[in-house]
């Protein structure tokens, strides 16, 4: 089947929208997450084009609703793990804009401390066990983390977020098989944009619905309409309500879209996307779509909007005022973080 085939019949059989679920204060909640995600990255990638942000830099524009949706619908005491793409996902779950741009920064006050970088943010008190560089690495390390919450007896649940792409690596697969076989208590999503960097999942995948590699391990599965937040929220709870009351894994797939490029060395759309693609599916954007149903259902006028931007404009310029006056990390602690005592 020719590519272009291939991508129309996957949007033909692109889920549907879900029923909106939450009240004024829950649609409030979410749309100042997603604000507060987008404006931080547009400021991100900002700096990173000064020169104040070094190294990889991965955004998240247009793939808010995912991290929104689902991180509403967990519990403080469960576990997350990310691929490179995780700023949104850090801010979804509580850490402090501040922590998040002066780790991107490099400072001595960043999440882990001016070590980690863009691709590595971590906050262990919060659940949030570390955005991962290596494409599918860290999902063995949610199951990990799902047996681990069995094997104590807790109902904890470990939730794992990454790309398309590393649906073909090998440790998806195996760590899939494993997490059905011994009943664990773990989400895994797959943040489907449609392209692995510049290559689209047409011309890499031999099947487009990847939510049915589910089917290989008989574990649960469900595709979501990853622009509507309603419907991510919606799905995480019923994965969520699997793992902690039967100690069973879910395969979830968002079907979402990233208006920039795979990172900032393709900041715009590279070479591999029409600018009539990327315009298609900003008529979806997962914000606008909120917006439009709190105005609808008389949640929020247009004051209130601009209002809840300016809030969370000031917390993005605070957070980059916050890095750019906080001090590099100490030459000694090269020498920290890097060895476990042992107990």
Known sequence: MMAGTRAAARDKNAPRSAAPTAGPEQCRTYLRQMLLIRRFEEKAGEAYSLGKIGGFCHLYIGQEAVAVGSIAGLRGDDYITCSYRE??????????????????????????????????????????????????????????MAFAAKYRGTDQVAVCYFGEAAVNIGSFHETLNMASLWKLPAIFIVENNGYGMGTSLARASALLDLAHRAYSYEMAEEVVDGQDVFAVRVATDRAVARARKEALPTLIEMRTYRYVGHSMSDAAHGTYRTKDEVESFRQRDPIKLLEAHMRREQMIDEAGIKALEAEVLAEVEDAVAFAESSPDPAPEALFTDVLAEGR
Do not use: N, Q, W
């Open 87 to 144: 700023h949104g996902h850090a801010l979804a779950r509580g850490i402090a804009a501040r922590a998040v741009m002066a780790e991107l920064y490099g400072k001595s006050t960043g999440c882990s401390g001016g070590k980690g970088g863009s691709m590595h943010l971590f906050d262990a008190s919060l659940g949030f066990l570390g955005g991962h560089a290596i494409v599918g690495g860290h999902i063995p390390l949610a199951a990990g």
